[in-house]
Each structure stands twice: as C-alpha cells, then as structure tokens.
C-alpha cells in the first residue's frame, strides 16, 4: 500500500514537473482529425502551445504525462501519439488488456459518412457507409433501426431532404428490409411527392406483402388518383 501511495506520489510530481506546451514539430504533426470509430471524430488542436481535443461537441483539455502521451479525464484514458505514423493509440490498461485501440488520422479534406450527408453529398455517404458493412457488417454505425431512427428524427425537423438520403442509403444497405422502403416511403409523402411514394410502398410490399402501414398508405394514395 505504501509503494503504490509512493508511486502515485512520484507520478504526480513528475507530470507537475512536465511542461504543458509541446514542440513546434510536434504540433505540426499532431494537429488534425481522427477517427474515434467508423463514423466519428476527434480533433487535435493547440492553443498557446498545449493541447486540446474536441470530442462529442465538448473542447477537453487532457493533462500531458509525456511528450507524446495525455490523460484524458473525460475518457479516463491516455492517449499515446505516434506522429511519423499518424496514429493515437489508447495506453494499455486493465480493462482493455487483450484490445489494441488505435486511432488514424484522417486525411486533408477527408470526412465521415455522416459528415458527407450532412453537406447533402449523397454519393460520397454511401460509399462510406459500404465500405463500413463491407470492414464489418456488425457495426452500430450501420445499425438498420439507429439510421431509420435517425431519419425519423430529421423529418421530425421538417428536414425532408437529409431523411430522404439517410433512408436511401438505409435500402441500399438492407434492400430486402420492406421497413427501410416504407420509411423511405413516409419521407416523400411528407415531401408531397406521391410518385415517389407510391414506388417505396410498392417494393415495401413487393418484400413483404403484410407491411400494414405501406399497405394503408398505398390505398390511401391510389384512391386519389
């Protein structure tokens, strides 16, 4: 018990000895954006010489242990850079010993699936997001309810045009889910375009002929004409 109150004692004296600010070089190199998962981001970013990370729409400010090493309080872990390979890798630790968690930097200009849609750049998002299901199928990131919850949420906010997009990707993902064809279905209703409309309830019932609510909105729609 001593030894380890000593060593915490040692530890802390040493990082208060540590100065905050970081080399020019290592500023250049650490400065950017990386890939916390599949489809997020963390930034590195300095001012007045000491690093700061913005996380999950949070500005952190980790404590520096080393030239290249950070304890960030929030994740309750350090982050270990490795400039000449552009990479932050998570310190090993207990409760991830068996787990290597590594984290690249992203490339000028480059963005998340996410980010893509956000800018309406469909085609771009796609592709992201196949190359995730592609790396691994089982990804939250691509979850079928998580991104038509999603897209419930932007037409919720009369933001038709990025629900649209998020559903299309959603069927090209699982294109034989009738659910992600009627989802994309209530989208250009409520867009008010029933041509549209009609197309996705009809290949949602194509799939599945007992898809209640495509069939109620179909009838709906076809007595109208």
């Not at 950017?32 to 729409?57: C, M, P, S, T």
């Not at 520096?64 to 994740?75: A, G």
């Not at 549209?196 to 109208?224: G, R, V």
């Amino acid at each position: 018990m001593k030894t380890r109150l000593l060593f915490l004692l040692l530890a802390s004296i040493f990082i208060s000895c540590t100065s905050s600010k970081n080399s020019p070089e290592f500023i250049n190199n650490a400065t950017g954006r990386y890939f916390f998962n599949a489809d997020e981001v963390i930034e590195v970013y300095f001012d007045q010489e000491k690093l700061f990370l913005k996380w999950r729409g949070k500005d952190l400010e980790p404590m520096k242990v080393n030239d290249s090493t950070f304890y960030v309080s929030e994740m309750n872990e350090k982050l270990v850079f490795n400039t000449t390979k552009n990479k932050i890798e998570l310190a090993q630790k207990r409760e991830h010993k068996d787990n290597k968690y590594v984290f690249s930097k992203l490339k000028e200009n480059e963005k998340t699936p996410s980010e893509y849609l956000a800018d309406n750049d469909y085609e771009m998002a796609l592709k992201g997001y196949l190359a995730i299901q592609e790396k691994d199928s089982l990804s939250p990131v691509i979850d079928e309810n998580t991104i038509n919850s999603t897209g419930y949420r932007h037409l919720r906010n009369d933001e038709f045009n990025k629900a649209i997009n998020l559903f299309r990707i959603n069927t090209v993902l699982y294109p034989k889910s009738s659910n992600t064809f009627d989802s994309l279905g209530d989208a250009f209703l409520r867009k008010k375009d029933t041509a549209e409309a009609i197309i996705n309830y009809q290949k949602a019932l194509e799939i599945n002929p007992e898809n209640k609510s495509s069939k109620k909105n179909l009838e709906k729609l076809t007595k109208k004409e």
